[in-house]
Nanobody, 125 residues
């Protein structure tokens, strides 16, 4: 499975961006997927995840109500709509595929087996 994240860029605080994650190889519609981010000098952290069918979705508390994860199984794509962006959202954002046999916390990197290369989001104040 190969993943490619895109859509990052520079945006002012309060603005919006939509990230995309394109998948190839495997059966996309069977994957439980997640978004992570890593700010400079910090560890990578969980942002949210989405079930194979598109529901339910899960979010880090600090992005609830601002970020929305969706997917288009017909086009092997997942999205992260980010609204009301804050400077603290600045990070490289990664998409990932959950291990099919994983039963632990969705927020742990160890649960994900395939990762995209990341796309940089910079939010200016």
């Amino acid at each position: 499975v190969q993943l490619q994240a895109s859509g990052g860029g520079l945006v002012q605080a309060g603005g919006s961006l939509r990230l995309s994650c394109a998948a190839s190889g495997g059966t996309f519609s069977r994957y439980f997927m997640g978004w992570f981010r890593q700010a400079a000098g910090k560890e990578r952290e969980f942002v949210g995840a989405i079930n194979w069918s598109g529901s339910p979705t899960y979010y880090k508390d600090s992005v609830k109500g601002r970020f929305t994860i969706s997917r288009d199984n017909a086009n092997n794509a997942m999205y992260l709509q980010m609204n009301s962006l804050k400077p603290e959202d600045t990070a490289v954002y990664y998409c990932a595929v959950l291990r099919p046999d994983y039963t632990g916390s969705l927020g742990l990197e160890q649960g994900y087996e395939y990762w995209g290369q990341g796309t940089l989001v910079t939010v200016s104040s």
